[in-house]
T-cell receptor, first 112, second 114 residues
Framework: RKEVEQDPGPFNVPEGATVAFNCTYS??????FFWYRQDCRKEPKLLMS???SGNEDGRFTAQLNRASQYISLLIRDSKLSDSATYLC?????????????FGAGTRLAVHP | DAGVIQSPRHEVTEMGQEVTLRCKPI?????LFWYRQTMMRGLELLIY????????DSGMPEDRFSAKMPNASFSTLKIQPSEPRDSAVYFC????????????FGPGTRLLVL
C-alpha cells in the first residue's frame, strides 16, 4: 500500500464549479499535512498547509480527519488558472528524521 | 530574490554517457533534496543533505547514482553510466533548518537518455 494515495483524475470541471480532492495516508503517526500545486512542466509549489481544525485560504479549503487518516481540498468557484496537478503531502518520521512524502497527484482541468 | 537554480534545464544523452545535474539552493537554506519525477512513480526522494552532509540516501536507485554537496551553495547529482530508464525530471529543493514543511523547488532538469 502506498504511504499517500490520491485519485489521479483527471477531474474535468467547468469554470465556477466546486471540486473536491481526497487523499489518504497510511501512517497514523504522521505529523503535518500539506497541499502542493504543480503546473504542467513546472515545479511543485506549496499551496497550503492543512490544520486539524480545517483552514481556508480564499476559494481553497483544506480539511484533515486524523481518525480516518484522510485529507481533503475543496476549491470553490473554479478558475481556468486552477488547472494543475494537486499533490497531497504528508510529513512523517521515517529513517531517523521528518520526511515529506508526496502523493502522485490529482489532475484538475477547468474548462470554459 | 533568486530561487533554487538548476542546470541544465534539459539534457539529452545516449545510454552509457555520464550525466551531471547541478543545483544551487536558496541562500541561507541548509537542507537540500534531490527528487526524481516520472509518470509511473511520481515524485521520489533520492537524497537529502543537511548542512552539506548526506542524511538519507536510501532513495538513490543504485551505484550508478551519486550526489555531492561540497559547500552550502552547490550540489551535484551524477549518473554514470546513464540508462534509458533514468529518463525523468530531476528536481532539486531546499529548505531552512531541519523542518521540512516548506520546500522550495527548482525548475527541474528534464533528462532523456536514448
Amino acid at each position: 500500500r502506498k504511504e499517500v494515495e490520491q485519485d489521479p483524475g483527471p477531474f474535468n470541471v467547468p469554470e465556477g464549479a466546486t471540486v473536491a480532492f481526497n487523499c489518504t495516508y497510511s501512517n497514523s503517526a504522521s505529523q503535518s499535512f500539506f497541499w502542493y500545486r504543480q503546473d504542467c512542466r513546472k515545479e511543485p509549489k506549496l499551496l497550503m498547509s492543512v490544520y486539524s481544525s480545517g483552514n481556508e485560504d480564499g476559494r481553497f479549503t483544506a480539511q484533515l480527519n486524523r481518525a480516518s487518516q484522510y485529507i481533503s481540498l475543496l476549491i470553490r468557484d473554479s478558475k481556468l488558472s486552477d488547472s494543475a496537478t494537486y499533490l497531497c503531502v504528508v510529513l512523517m518520521f521515517s529513517g531517523g528524521y521528518n520526511k515529506l512524502i508526496f502523493g502522485a497527484g490529482t489532475r484538475l482541468a477547468v474548462h470554459p | 530574490d533568486a530561487g533554487v537554480i538548476q542546470s541544465p534545464r534539459h539534457e539529452v544523452t545516449e545510454m552509457g554517457q555520464e550525466v551531471t545535474l547541478r543545483c544551487k539552493p536558496i541562500s541561507g537554506h541548509n537542507s537540500l533534496f534531490w527528487y526524481r519525477q516520472t509518470m509511473m512513480r511520481g515524485l521520489e526522494l533520492l537524497i537529502y543533505f543537511n548542512n552539506n552532509v548526506p542524511i538519507d540516501d536510501s532513495g538513490m536507485p543504485e551505484d550508478r547514482f551519486s550526489a555531492k554537496m561540497p559547500n552550502a551553495s552547490f550540489s551535484t547529482l551524477k549518473i554514470q553510466p546513464s540508462e534509458p530508464r533514468d529518463s525523468a525530471v530531476y528536481f532539486c529543493a531546499s529548505s531552512y533548518g531541519t523542518g521540512q514543511e516548506t520546500q522550495y523547488f527548482g525548475p527541474g532538469t528534464r533528462l532523456l537518455v536514448l
